[in-house]
């Protein structure tokens, strides 16, 4: 299984960025698809989450009412689009694929496949 996650870039504070991560293949078992992001010095930390099925979506507190995570299903792709960006969003961000049930969703450690990660910088 691969995650190729793309979409990352530079933006000053207020500004829009989308993610995007397409998976392939995309199997019955990887039910789940998430973000995650780690910021220098900072240990990983979950941002968003979807299942393919429509379950969710799940958002973590800090970015809620900015970002929003969406799939299409035909094309196995994910998406975060990240609104009114702030500085403290700047971070690599992972897009990763797994199968954890709804206490879990927000843990790395129940998802088995992880894309490369893409750098989002926000300036002030």
């Known amino acids: 299984v691969q995650l190729q996650a793309s979409g990352g870039g530079s933006v000053q504070a207020g500004g829009s960025l989308r993610l995007s991560c397409a998976v392939s293949?995309?199997?019955?078992?990887?039910?789940?698809v998430g973000w995650f992001r780690q910021a220098p010095g900072k240990e990983r930390e979950f941002v968003a989450a979807?299942?393919?099925?429509?379950?969710?979506?799940y958002l973590s507190d800090s970015v809620k009412g900015r970002f929003a995570i969406s799939r299409d299903n035909a094309k196995n792709t994910a998406y975060l689009q990240m609104n009114s960006l702030k500085p403290e969003d700047t971070a690599v961000y992972y897009c990763?694929?797994?199968?954890?049930?709804?206490?879990?969703?927000?843990?790395?450690?129940?998802?088995?496949?992880w894309g490369q990660g893409t750098l989002v910088t926000v300036s002030s």
């Open positions: 293949p995309r199997t019955s078992s990887l039910r789940t």
């Open positions: 979807i299942r393919w099925s429509g379950g969710g979506p």
């Open positions: 990763a694929a797994g199968n954890p049930i709804l206490t879990t969703t927000r843990d790395s450690r129940f998802y088995d496949h």
